[in-house]
């Protein structure tokens, strides 16, 4: 499936002010990506690139794991810059707007650095080779994205998602172009909520639902609730939506 770039900016566009207090599942990814990076990537990091920083979540650690480095930080959304200004100051920080996929990217880097974004791109392996590209010998790639089981509920539900690599899968993909794995890592979290309806306003406050372009009519709506709540309500009475975080440090080399 091609992703519709400008639904996704301008849905993405539309939540920054409620993502850092509702988007808890990634801002527990960025730190376990931070804890990987500071184990594995040792050599110095003179110039890197952070794709798809969103309001912060990553670029504040990677920040403090490497405050002299030159930082090119990109997004699709300018108004990112609002909430990286603060984290930004007193680093040698450039902004980079656009899709990472398409816009010319610097070369000669020594990390290039990604969390919960990959999974909106059109053709990862292309994006592979493309940071290999971009990368010294040596350079390092850190990255998470999403596995199969994530947001299974509404893939169930609806037979709508995005396609998931496998954590194998993502392994090789990177090895084919020119790396060597450091480390991995895998798991699920399960999210509860009260109501089928507080799912979706969750996914909907957290900038995720932007495959759908089409509004949900009422009969759909009672169809998800029902369906949902049928399938997926736990021992409390609450419906869950899993998240199936992937998480990967490789070496160019």
């Known amino acids: 499936m091609t992703t519709d770039k ?5 849905r993405f566009s539309a939540r920054l002010r409620d993502y850092d207090s509702l988007a ?3 801002d527990a990814i960025c730190g376990q990506l931070a804890e990987m990076t ?3 990537c040792t050599r110095p990091v003179d110039s890197a690139l952070e794709i798809g920083s969103g309001t912060g979540f990553l670029t504040r650690r990677m920040l403090e794991l490497y405050p002299h480095a030159l930082w090119t930080i990109n997004d699709l959304v300018e108004q990112s810059a609002d909430f990286l200004e603060p984290y930004a100051a007193g680093h040698d920080v450039r902004y980079l707007w656009g899709d ?3 816009i010319a990217l610097p070369d000669r880097l020594d990390l290039i650095a990604s969390a919960s974004a990959v999974q909106w791109f059109d053709d990862l392996p292309r994006f592979a080779r493309k940071a290999g590209n971009l990368l010294e010998t040596g350079g390092y790639i850190v990255l998470s994205t999403f596995g199969p089981e994530n947001f299974r509920e509404i893939k169930a539900v609806t037979d709508e998602g995005l396609d998931y690599y496998t954590r194998e899968q993502l392994q090789e993909l990177f090895e084919s172009a020119g790396f060597l794995t ?3 890592l895998e798991y699920t979290r399960s999210l509860a909520f009260d109501t089928p309806l507080d799912v979706l306003r969750h996914i909907r406050a957290t900038g995720v639902n932007s495959i759908r372009h089409a509004r949900w009519t009422k009969r759909e709506l009672s169809d998800f609730e029902t369906r949902y709540r049928n399938g997926f309500r736990n021992a409390e009475g609450q419906v869950t939506l899993t998240y199936h975080p992937v998480l990967l440090i490789a070496e160019k080399l």
């Open 24 to 26: 808890v599942v990634q």
């Open 6 to 10: 400008q639904l996704l900016k301008s």
């Open 38 to 40: 500071g184990r594995n």
């Open 100 to 102: 990472a996929e398409t």
């Open 182 to 184: 450091l480390e991995t």
